[in-house]
């Protein structure tokens, strides 16, 4: 049932790989299903690794796609959805954990470099006129997990989800990616007229053994008060319950490593304040 306020949209996004954009949105994900009720959709345009599918152990099903979603950003999308029966239905797979997910597929590269041959008015409204024309009556909360890169298909995600969720490995490089990306959403708002913003930022794989994580963490809430999540601690229990396809929710209290209860403890409050950071459409 749609979101009695209005269909929401958010990314995950930074322009670097291995800070934990993919588990991020796994869990916020989850989260808003499992604790707030929305009929959730996760959008996979980080790459050919589908690592979404593997957190959720779906990468046997994927194989073989008819109906990628790199197909919303080419020409003929509206001659396929009008002459292909259920291609909607087909794009979409069930999840375990509450949310469904569109998976990633090899044709995004390609997607990227047609793109780039669009009128720039046109070039990155593919994605939210999909959404809003074929998701918007089916779903509460669409959550996209973008890749790490600012290219044609980051764009289009960002300008459907206009709400950015950060998540930052602790280090300089970090601090200065995230001033990067304010600066980047400011001047795309400001040449082409939309209203992208930072809705959460938080800091995740943080080890407070160490005094720069903490630091770090410090140093988020005192530059981002009103944007600034629960940080994520370091824990074995991601990976472990990567490898087994499935997120922190799926274990058992007693199964999970002390570090996971809280690492999943902070999910839960970050995507609540995620949520009500976000004006739904």
Wanted: charged residues 25%; negative net charge; aromatic residues 6%.
């Amino acid at each position: 049932m749609p979101y009695e306020n209005g269909l929401i949209t958010a990314a995950t996004y930074v322009e670097k790989g291995g800070v934990g954009k993919t588990t991020t949105a796994a869990h916020v994900a989850v989260a808003a299903h499992t604790d707030h009720n929305l009929d959730t959709l996760l959008i996979d345009l980080a790459g050919t690794q589908n690592d979404l599918a593997t957190q959720f152990g779906l990468d046997d099903e994927i194989q073989d796609l008819d109906a990628p979603i790199s197909a919303v950003f080419g020409s003929d999308w509206d001659f396929i959805r009008s002459n292909i029966p259920d291609v909607v239905d087909r794009m979409v797979f069930e999840t375990d954990e509450g949310p469904d997910l569109i998976p990633a597929d090899p044709g995004l590269g390609g997607a990227d470099n047609n793109l780039a041959n669009i009128d720039v008015e046109e070039r990155y409204e593919f994605l939210r006129t999909f959404i809003e024309e074929d998701l918007g009556d089916r779903y509460d909360f669409v959550l996209m997990d973008l890749p790490g890169k600012e290219d044609n298909i980051s764009l289009n995600g960002l300008f459907a989800a206009e709400n950015v969720v950060a998540p930052l490995k602790p280090g300089a490089f970090e601090e200065n990616q995230l001033r990067k990306l304010e600066t980047t959403l400011s001047e795309i708002n400001e040449d082409l007229a939309v209203n992208l913003h930072l809705a959460l930022v938080f800091a995740t794989m943080v080890d407070g053994r160490i005094s720069l994580h903490d630091n770090f963490v410090e140093d988020l809430a005192a530059e981002h008060p009103e944007l600034v999540g629960e940080p994520i601690p370091a824990t074995a229990g991601i990976g472990n319950s990567q490898d087994a396809g499935h997120t922190l929710f799926s274990f058992d209290e007693d199964e999970r490593l002390n570090s996971a209860s809280r690492a999943l403890a902070s999910y839960r409050e970050n995507t609540t304040r995620l949520l009500d950071n976000i004006t739904p459409r």
